[in-house]
């Protein structure tokens, strides 16, 4: 039963069948009670026999998503138990740590160390490395970056030199085994470029300050190029602290993105940057998920189409959120307002986690890495800070456990050899919600941009996930799809919540579940979610579930974009070479994703026509309306029956006033194979 191209549903009333049994008892009976579904509830519908191919990315790779921001030889592991913990249990593994060339070579107070010294060294590293005791369960999927105070002096940087030692430096530090497969040479670089120009602000000097750095990047991914012991690195930058691209009529994209994939973009292999919702390092305060998220990348892989007919793949190094804290009734100070910990500011970045991990996760093809920001213990921090944890941790001192040591002053545990020293955070549900999910990917259908989904099966399990971006409770009708045969036997539902006002919850009931699929209606598949709760549904059914149908989603771009609004004159966007090949016309369907830049009263909703033909532009987003920023800019997705497509295409849109940019326009043909 292929997902059908009109997927809408009324008020119904439906039979359902539910063996009554939670938590793993066997006293069940079989009942049957009506589903009353609200007429003004979000459809998703989810057929467990439709493949979803992206390209030809198909099965889950949670390399790709679960990861920690952290080092997993840091001091804080205990035994080889800590790390099975982390990839076991949470199914999640380590992704991004500071340190790299530059910080040995002031460890070995150099300023480029010579190959011959690497070579040395090096060895010593290589000889460290195979004696830790965490060496079995060693990965080298991990970021390595730096502060940008480690590699830059000022402009008259030896870069050529500071890249030949940044190369010799994994040439020989490491082993084909250890060797990290990602460099990123500095952290959000541009944002401290002023930390580097004498004087007070001076905006020309730092943007050649930012010229300057992205020549760092260049020449370390030149001189990686040349190195055939280096061939499965990935240099990655600039790692964008503030992609605010809209930003005085997209000059903000033009100066620092633009210009860094226009001066480095030849020797970089992944572009990344960080997405928060809030305000990270600078700029206003932003709620990146949603469409805003979306029209950030878009530009992003538009301009690399242009530039070397691909999109080269993204780094999310960083994403979450960052949050504004309260005034907490135990802080004495500022500065212990600051850090003094709370379980329910704590839980306020999961929301963000998930709102961007379901964009993430529908770009697999074109993602390398991505990170939330969630790190380990961060030992660096709670010693100096009273015992309160850093924000963005995992695990937490347990304060009955620590004391302050009065001839350091620091912080400390009153039996270091204790492995229970420490307490999770609320942030280890986040990974506690996704640690089962795994799979091919299926075809799913929202009416909602707000209600985000994907599924997944693997054997005789479908895993559903959902996702509410609103800001308001949503009430939302799964109907799962199957053929002939197929009937429920089990169902796990986990819910995470996070309230504004109290600790994230997660929930998770199991029971059995029994009727054919093709003519039931669970009751928990009528579902209400709060505010940007994310729920992960586990089906088992009673049999291997096997594929009917397959759809391939693929991607298409235009050089036209960036495009400036003037009323009423058409903005013409092409589309070439579309393959329309399909194995069935009526299971496939395609979508413009239109993004914009403008002042918020200005329509968002254009006269848009393909090949000469109208299409309705919807009157909503994923997301909320952005009304705290000083510019609207987000994707707005635009369905587009697959009649109208040819293997050429124009698309025209006409807005009624003057101002803004259309960014980009992104086409989305999904086919069934």
């Known amino acids: 039963m292929p997902i059908s191209n009109d997927f809408r549903l009324t008020s119904l009333l439906i039979p359902f069948a539910l063996a009554a049994c939670t938590n793993g008892t066997n006293n069940h009976k079989e009942v049957v009670e009506p589903v009353v579904i609200p007429a003004d509830a979000v459809n998703v519908r989810v057929d467990i026999n439709t493949l979803q191919y992206f390209d030809d990315s198909l099965t889950l790779d949670r390399q790709k998503f679960f990861n920690q921001h952290d080092s997993q030889f840091n001091a804080w592991l205990y035994d080889v138990e800590d790390v099975d913990y982390m990839r076991n249990e949470l199914n999640a593994g380590v992704g991004r740590q500071f340190w790299g060339p530059m910080s040995t070579a002031k460890a070995l107070k150099q300023s480029y160390p010579s190959t011959e010294t690497a070579k040395i060294e090096g060895k010593k590293s290589i000889e460290s490395f195979n004696n830790h005791k965490l060496r079995s369960t060693y990965s080298n999927r991990s970021v390595m970056t730096e502060h940008p105070r480690t590699v830059v002096t000022d402009l008259n940087d030896n870069i050529v030199e500071g890249a030949r030692w940044a190369a010799d430096y994994f040439e020989y530090y490491y082993t084909d085994e250890s060797r990290p497969l990602f460099f990123e040479p500095m952290n959000e670089p541009f944002v401290h470029a002023k930390d580097f120009v004498p004087g007070g602000w001076d905006a020309k000097k730092n943007f050649v300050m930012t010229q300057h750095m992205s020549d760092w990047f260049k020449e370390i991914g030149k001189e990686f190029d040349k190195r055939p012991a ?63 998220a979306q029209a950030i990348i878009d530009i992003i892989e538009t301009y690399s189409m242009v530039k070397w007919d691909k999109v080269k793949p993204h780094a999310l190094t960083e994403y979450g959120g960052i949050i504004d804290r309260p005034k907490l009734p135990n802080a004495k100070s500022k500065k212990d307002q600051e850090y003094f910990y709370d379980e329910t500011i704590a839980s306020q970045e999961i929301k963000s986690y998930n709102h961007m991990l379901m964009e993430f996760l529908d770009r697999e093809e074109r993602i390398l890495t991505s990170i939330p920001f969630i790190t380990g213990h961060a030992t660096w921090y709670w010693p100096t800070h009273e015992g309160h944890p850093y924000s963005a941790t995992l695990w937490r001192p347990d304060p009955a456990k620590i004391r302050l040591n009065t001839n350091t002053n620091r912080y400390e545990f009153i039996n270091p050899k204790d492995k229970n020293n420490y307490l999770p955070t609320p942030k280890i549900k986040f990974y506690q919600l996704w640690n089962e999910v795994k799979g091919n990917r299926l075809a799913t259908e929202s009416s909602d941009p707000d209600i985000q989904t994907k599924a997944y099966v693997d054997g005789d399990t479908v895993y559903i996930a959902l996702n509410n971006l609103e800001d308001e409770s949503k009430t939302v009708n799964l109907a799962v799809g199957a053929g002939a045969g197929y009937q429920y036997k089990n169902l796990t539902l986990k819910r995470l919540a996070v309230p504004t006002d109290s600790p994230a919850t997660l929930q998770v009931d199991s029971k059995k579940v029994s009727g054919y699929v093709s003519s039931s209606q669970l009751a928990a598949n009528v579902i209400e979610l709060a505010p940007y709760e994310t729920v992960v549904y586990q089906y088992q059914f009673n049999k291997t579930v096997k594929a009917d149908t397959q759809l391939r989603r693929e991607t298409y771009y235009s050089d036209d974009f960036l495009q400036p609004i003037k009323a009423n004159q058409p903005i013409t966007i092409k589309f070439n070479q579309v393959d329309l090949t399909t194995s069935s016309q009526q299971h496939s369907t395609a979508l413009l994703r239109m993004s914009i830049g403008r002042k918020h009263d200005k329509s968002k909703q254009p006269i848009v026509t393909i090949n000469g033909s109208s299409v309705t532009v919807p009157n909503d987003w994923a997301g909320y309306d952005q009304a705290n920023r000083k510019d609207f800019f987000g994707a707005i997705e635009i369905p587009v029956p697959m009649s109208l497509l040819k293997k050429n295409n124009q698309v025209r849109l006409t807005f009624p006033d003057t101002q803004g940019h259309v960014s980009s326009v992104v086409l989305e043909v999904n086919k069934a194979i």
């Open 230 to 292: 280096l061939k499965d690195m990935y240099v990655m930058g600039f790692s964008s602290a503030w992609p605010s691209l809209e930003l005085n009529d997209f000059n903000h994209f033009k100066e620092r993105q633009k210009m860094f994939m226009d001066r480095a973009g030849d020797y970089i292999d992944s572009f990344s940057f960080h997405l928060y919702d809030g305000v990270n390092v600078t700029g206003q305060s932003n709620r990146r998920s949603g469409s805003n």
